[in-house]
């Protein structure tokens, strides 16, 4: 009898013990989840505005266009 109590203690006691360790676990990768994402998304404005700068980008090549001549009558 006092087996049985122990073994049915134990068990909800590991129970409660697993359930804990995987909602620190999802709650470990939420927090890296929202963190990449703020890397992410900031890196790349930090980024453009660091090593894309206006200055240091050549400008646009002009086409040559074909000049019309009409006659003059």
């Known amino acids: ?5 122990f073994d049915r203690e ?4 590991r129970d409660a013990l697993n359930d804990g360790i995987d909602r620190g ?3 470990i990768g939420r927090f890296f989840s929202a963190a990449g994402r ?5 890196g790349r ?3 453009a505005f660091e090593f894309d700068a206006p200055w ?3 400008a646009p090549a002009k086409r040559a266009t074909a000049v019309k001549r009409t ?3």
């Open 1 to 5: 009898m006092r087996d049985e109590i």
């Open 10 to 13: 134990y068990q909800a006691g």
């Open 25 to 27: 676990v999802q709650a």
């Open 38 to 42: 703020f890397i992410r998304t900031n």
């Open 45 to 47: 404005a930090i980024h």
């Open 56 to 58: 240091q980008k050549s």
């Open 71 to 73: 006659r003059a009558a």
